[in-house]
């Protein structure tokens, strides 16, 4: 089960990392955010719960986020079998996962500049 | 860590950590190279300089502009026309440049006169031009000639003209990357938030990174037109001055470029509560999707969807012409900086090619995690390579193509690897559906041309083949394809016409009337 679950994380992180760019912003603060952001937000959608999205922050994240969710439910197909409880497992998963790829583990010595 | 050491390299050791092979169950956390330093000294480097990254890169595309370098006249000629941004103003940025011609006895008794004499002289022989963006040299700047000062009097004497000073000389940086950085803060630092917009619509972007190569931005704000946004500034191919002072007032910041432009989205956001969406322009899915995103921020998705299904239609089967007969084609991949992630995986998803390597002469460790996480396993990743570790690569690598620079690409050709340039384009643009089917025109004719099977002859004892008189690309090419690919109905080579951006300058758009009170500035 634990292995099926990181086979599953897996794929979702290749999924990202093949496709999208918000992942990588240049300072460790504005990963955390972008990951906390649209991960969040991609939850929510797929588990069909209300997504803040009144100011252009939120409302940008949301933009990755309906994308993400979208690609995510048309390549794999066994997302549509999971419940909310699993998916919401699923999705923590994923943002631990991309949290460390980018930002914990990540050997980008350019995260830490407190400057732009 | 699964460093790559180089034959050639190893009398600099310290190159080792500069390059990397991503192996088998590898991730960024075990494979990325140092990146975005000082160049090892014994290593001959392929860099630019900080000043030309400040003005060849980032200030001369802005179109209605005298760019003006105080220094020696080399440091201009040089770089000058070494990349294709275009203009719908006759391309007047391209056709010129400007020096103050500093010499030995300048050095010596300063150049602070001399700079003056030549803005006022630029000004008057261009007197429909009121815009001037002014360059710090590695000579000017080591003298301490303060070009600030000089400005200044400057506009205070003719209040008609704006000037910007950029303080990037030649040593301001590892490599034209840190003139790409200085040039972003010294614009919004000095410019923006000076000039208000009219605004006409609802929707309000600055197109940030984006260069116009061969039309790239023209195509761009087609799609955006189409969709009734207004495209406030592009940051900074094709881009009005005056337009760029007012970035401040664009709702979103639309970044495709993030190496040489994340810096003003990342202040527009701080200083301005603007947002950064970072979008690809290459590659039909990766643009559709980028597409897409920009139509939802807007509440306006339909709109995009219609351009993506009517480009789509129109375009992939084409772009699958092309895909059938580069099917496993081996890239190296070998931009300046962001290409290698624009384009490692959409090559390989709408062209079959297969990146066997990436290397990125000015990028940082960001560029590098994301092209690393874009290609397969087994790629080679190198940061600032020499000319030998890329002659050392291509022999080991084999490539049927490299795409990078016109200097390492003609380095590649004397080992018989076609290349095309990644920075200026071959035939151009290669931005939007159409421009992604050129792209792939271009590899297809490179790799299959018949002169360039001509070169794998070696004269001196092959013996030279007199049967075979005449070769087509087409008769190399599908060889070994099916007929089913060969007679396909569906299928087919490029249509389009050798000038796509003329026609886009007087096209009419469709009125989208503002539902919001719009500002009359």
Redesign the interface.
Known sequence: MEDMMKDRVEQLVDYIMKNCLWQFHSRAWDREKQNEGILTKTMQILCEEPVEKETPMDKVYWVDAVCLADAFKKRYSWLAALDKGEIKLLMQGLKERMDYLTITGSLNAELTDPHY | MPYHKFKCSECIPEREKHAVIKGPGE???SA?P?G?LNTIPGSISERGCAYCGAKHVIGTPMKDVIHMSHGPVGCTYDTWQTKRYISDNDNFQLKYTYATDMKEKHIIFGAEKLLKQNIIEAFKAFPTIKRMTLYQTCASALIGDDINAIAAEVMEEMPEVDIFVCNSPGFGGPSQSGGHHKIN?AWINQKVGNVEPKITSDYVINYVGEYNIQGDQEVMVDYFRRMGIQVLSTFTGNGSYDDLRSMHRA??NVLEC?RSA??IC??LK?RY????????GFGF??LG?SL??VG??FGIEDRAQAIIDEETARWKPEMDWYKERLQGKKVCLWPGGSKL?HWA?AIREDMGVNVVSVYTKFG???DM??GI??CEEGALAIDDPNELEALEALEMLKPDIIFTGKRPGEVAKKLRVPYLNAHAYHNGPYKGFEGWVRFARDIYNAIYSPIHQLSFVDISKDEIPDQTSFLTQKMISDVNLSEEVTASKELREYTGNYDTITPLRNKTYPDFPAEKKLSAV
């Open positions: 991730d960024l956390t990325l140092l975005y803060i709702h979103l993030a994340e810096y990342n202040e701080v509560g603007t947002p950064r969406l970072d979008i690809d899915e990766a999707t897409r995103k939802l921020f992630w995986h940082h460790q960001g995690e994301k996480a874009r």
